[in-house]
């Protein structure tokens, strides 16, 4: 165990719906990213919060929004969803921003999208 | 923009044997750093080793070294005396040290190490 919780592990959904992934940090972390990683794209950066406040945009699609909570915890929310954002989604957390900290992966959330 | 590049898209080893897995990276940022992850057929991803850009030795952690060449903007994994249990897609990613940046990872090399 990480220490990195998501939920859920794997949801399927049909295109044009709406879905929520959650990520709880581990203890101590302030910094909570999000990827995605699809067969096509690899493992893409989407975006970055620190201790409640976006640091870092990736290429994180309009129809894609997250935020990080008070308690650190964070949600992605996925709408409008189409066939191409079937992937499994990672939450990482960090102690702070820097270069060498290093990042800790939750067990990711596998989105299928029919 | 800084990029990273693992040319080898899959490698079979022997059993015990050492195998080398190659990174290539690309930053006009005198401050990074550079990672390996692993990722076994279960999907989640485990972080290996760490290796600072002023870093004057190589990084070691148990089987596993960074054998890092600064000049050459490489860093390859090494993993000593394989085992069955490490094969898994293996992923070098690099993040700049000006804060608030992204890890961003290479394509990824399969290994599969056989009996």
Redesign the interface.
């Known amino acids: 165990d990480?220490g990195v919780t998501q939920t859920p592990k794997h949801l399927i959904t049909a295109t044009g719906q709406r879905v929520t992934l959650r990520c709880s940090p581990r203890s101590g972390d302030l910094s909570v990213?999000w990827y995605q990683q699809s067969l096509d794209q690899?493992?893409q950066?989407l975006i970055?919060y620190?201790n409640g406040e976006e640091?870092?945009k990736?290429n994180i699609l309009e129809r894609f929004s997250a935020q990080q909570f008070p308690d650190l915890h964070s949600e992605l929310n996925l709408s409008s969803l189409e066939l191409g954002d079937s992937a499994?989604y990672?939450c990482?957390s960090s102690v702070g921003?820097?270069?060498?900290n290093?990042?800790?992966?939750?067990?990711?959330s596998?989105l299928t999208v029919l | 923009a800084q990029k990273i590049t693992q040319t080898q898209p899959g490698m079979f080893v022997q059993e015990k044997e050492a195998v080398t897995l190659d990174c290539t990276y690309d930053t006009s940022d005198p401050s990074y750093g550079l990672f390996w992850y692993k990722q076994p057929s279960s999907g989640e991803m485990i972080f290996l080793i760490y290796q600072g850009s002023y870093d004057q030795q190589n990084a070691t952690e148990g089987r596993y070294s960074l054998n890092f060449q600064k000049a050459r903007k490489s860093a390859n994994l090494v993993i000593s005396a394989s085992q069955l249990g490490d094969s898994a897609m293996y992923f070098c990613a690099m993040r700049e040290g000006g804060g608030a940046q992204k890890l961003v990872f290479g394509q990824g090399t399969r290994l599969t190490i056989n009996p």
């Open positions: 990480s990213y690899g493992l950066f970055q620190y640091r870092a990736g499994l990672f990482a921003t820097l270069g060498a290093v990042l800790t992966f939750g067990a990711g596998r």
